[in-house]
């Protein structure tokens, strides 16, 4: 199970994300990043890549794209808010 | 090339589509239907299919997916607005 990030977790997790481009979400406990590609096929490849790992961890992003462009938003809607996993899949979808 | 829909070809193009489901956006001379899936995996291969379409056809979507769901929006940024591109697009989606 998962649970929501500690005040100590938040500072030592998310910090090497803000530095990769992800920012909170106004109003939310999330955390979003707009990802730009060179085609269509590039990003819709990243996304294929990404979904396999969103399923096998059962944790699956809130994505929107539009030709090369990605915008994706992490929560996790069992804790409302933040968890380890989100801090997971961000750097996964960073490294893929 | 694609060309903005006449007032016939709308008739006779959307009548269809809105009885599937499909509906003018507010404010934009677009279209949009959210489809729903029992699953991510089937979300997800749904949107890897209409994908490989979209690019033959060199016509793409903005669609928003959380877990079994996509949110699709047609319209041809060309002529801003709707084509008959869109209607074909709109078709294969609900097909697949």
Redesign the interface.
């Known amino acids: 199970m998962s649970e929501k990030l500690s005040d100590a977790a938040r500072d030592a997790m998310l910090g090497p994300l803000f530095e990769t481009g992800w920012e909170m979400v106004d109003g939310r406990d999330a955390i979003r990043k707009t990802f730009k590609f060179d085609s269509?096929?590039s990003a819709?490849g990243w996304?294929?890549q990404a979904?396999i790992w969103?399923?096998k961890w059962n944790h699956?992003?809130?994505?929107?794209?539009?030709?090369s462009k990605v915008d994706v938003v992490l929560t996790t809607h069992d804790v409302a808010g933040l968890s380890a996993l989100d801090v997971k899949l961000a750097r996964k979808m960073d490294s893929i």
């Open positions: 269509f096929i819709m996304m294929t979904a969103a399923e699956h992003p809130e994505w929107f794209n539009v030709y």
